[in-house]
Nanobody, 126 residues
């Protein structure tokens, strides 16, 4: 099984930055993609960013692509989400997730992921 643990969440003022980390453990060799998702109260889960492990190809939601960057450290089996110029609308619980098989068109679709972390809270104050 795959275990994912997020860290790095917290409270920041608008315009600030945070770097989220997703540490993977267990048998992860079969996973091909890691995504970051978020869910705010009263809203559906939405895909934020994703990265294919082998190619490094990345995908971003339009709302964050100018401000967020997803990256990975294969040696550490970790993925990251660098969030810059944070806005109040970015406040949510952020989850990392992994999948073993997914089409690129669905890279930001949470229904395509089967391994999930517990989430980390990000709160952006205006």
């Amino acid at each position: 099984q795959v275990q994912l643990v997020e860290s790095g969440g917290g409270s920041v003022q608008a315009g600030g930055s945070l770097r989220l980390s997703c540490a993977a453990s267990g048998y992860t060799g079969h996973t091909t993609i890691t995504g970051w998702f978020r869910q705010a109260p009263g809203k559906e889960r939405e895909g934020v960013a994703a990265i294919y492990h082998g190619s490094g190809t990345t995908y971003y939601a339009d709302s964050v692509k100018a401000r967020f960057r997803i990256s990975q450290d294969r040696a550490k089996n970790e993925r990251y989400l660098q969030m810059n110029d944070l806005k109040a609308e970015d406040s949510a619980i952020y989850y990392c997730a992994a999948s073993s098989a997914i089409a690129s068109i669905a890279a930001l679709d949470p229904d395509e992921y089967n391994y999930w972390g517990q989430g980390t809270q990000v709160t952006v104050s205006s």
